[in-house]
């Protein structure tokens, strides 16, 4: 079992749609990212959060330390934000020492 | 503000050459990685950077080596290039309090 679980691994949804992709991790963190990462592009970091909640424009980062789980929710979906969603835990000891572990991402395709 | 540069952003090699991947940040961070992206897999750390003159194996170092020029820049280089070495590779940078990472455009290399 992966240490870091991605669902689903692809999403289509249309354009102005309420889209949630789920992460969920077996071990114990200090921090949870999100990026994002568009097709034949660079990565971009989105969030990252350790404990409750996070607001961007239309993205919101959520994370339940008690059940190793967080949510990424895009509100009104737009093409624009079709890319590969990536959830990437940091466990051990907080610093550059630090393991940071992928999942293996969401592809979200968003049509008009 | 270029932030994290990486060259080149395509390479074939045949099997046995030898390139460097540099990469450059210009946002004053001690800590700097490579990553390599394979389909269906998380990005997996090949070697990290703490800080200038320090580097360390991840956790796929094998066939690789690295250098920390200085502050800015960290190179990759393979001595003999392999086909298991075609992957996409990305150089990264982190904000030594609030761990937010930076990536590089990626690097596309085919090893024939």
């Known amino acids: 079992k992966n240490e870091v679980e991605q669902s689903p691994q692809n999403l289509t949804a249309q354009e102005g749609e309420f889209i949630t992709i789920n992460c969920s991790y077996s071990v114990g963190i200090s921090a949870l990212h999100w990026l994002q990462q568009h097709p034949g592009g660079g990565i971009v970091s989105l969030f990252m959060?350790?404990?409750g909640k996070k607001k961007h424009g239309r993205l919101i980062a959520t994370i339940n330390i008690q059940e190793k789980h967080s949510s990424l929710h895009i509100t009104a979906s737009h093409p624009r934000d079709s890319a590969v969603y990536i959830c990437a835990v940091r466990s051990g000891v907080a610093g550059t020492a630090s393991k940071l572990t992928f999942g293996t991402g969401t592809r979200l395709q968003v049509t008009l | 503000n270029a932030g994290v540069t990486q060259t080149p952003k395509f390479q074939v090699l045949k099997t046995g050459q030898s390139m460097t991947l540099q990469c450059a940040q210009d946002m004053n961070h001690n800590s700097m990685y490579w990553y390599r992206q394979d389909p269906g897999m998380g990005l997996r750390l090949i070697y990290y950077?703490?800080?200038?003159?320090?580097?360390d194996k991840g956790e796929v170092p094998n066939g690789y080596n690295v250098s920390r020029l200085n502050k800015r820049e960290f190179s990759l280089r393979l001595e003999s290039a392999a086909p298991s070495q075609t992957s996409v590779y990305f150089c990264a940078s982190r904000i030594q309090g609030t761990g937010e990472l930076f990536f590089g455009e990626g690097s596309r290399l085919t090893v024939l």
């Open positions: 950077s703490a800080s200038e003159g320090t580097t």
């Open positions: 959060l350790s404990s």
